[in-house]
Nanobody, 115 residues
Framework: QVQLVESGGGLVQAGGSLRLSCAAS????????MGWYRQAPGNKRELVAALTISGSTNYAGSVKGRFTISRDNAKNTVYLQMNSLKPEDTAVYYC?????????WGQGTQVTVAS
């Protein structure tokens, strides 16, 4: 069983920054891709950013230029650096690991951006 543990969420003023971390319980290169999703109340869970094993990245249009996904291989950790935060970024952020035959999810971390 794979565990993904997120941290780094919190309350921040609009225009501020946060960095989310997702620590995996096994080598992150065992996953096809890792990513961050978010879900705001009343909304569907949506992809925010993804990072493939080859290093390719994919971002939601609403966060391009503001968010950056990266990884630390030695720590089996994926990060989401979030800059220029907006109130509409408020959501629970979930880490995801795609093991091809199964998707693993973290417990989620709340990000609240005050206007």
């Amino acid at each position: 069983q794979v565990q993904l543990v997120e941290s780094g969420g919190g309350l921040v003023q609009a225009g501020g920054s946060l960095r989310l971390s997702c620590a995996a319980s096994r080598n992150i290169f065992s996953f096809v891709a890792m990513g961050w999703y978010r879900q705001a109340p009343g909304n569907k869970r949506e992809l925010v950013a993804a990072l493939t094993i080859s290093g390719s990245t994919n971002y939601a249009g609403s966060v391009k230029g503001r968010f950056t996904i990266s990884r630390d291989n030695a720590k089996n950790t994926v990060y989401l650096q979030m800059n220029s935060l907006k109130p509409e970024d408020t959501a629970v952020y979930y880490c995801n690991a795609d093991a091809r035959q199964y998707n693993y999810w973290g417990q989620g971390t709340q990000v609240t951006v005050a206007s």
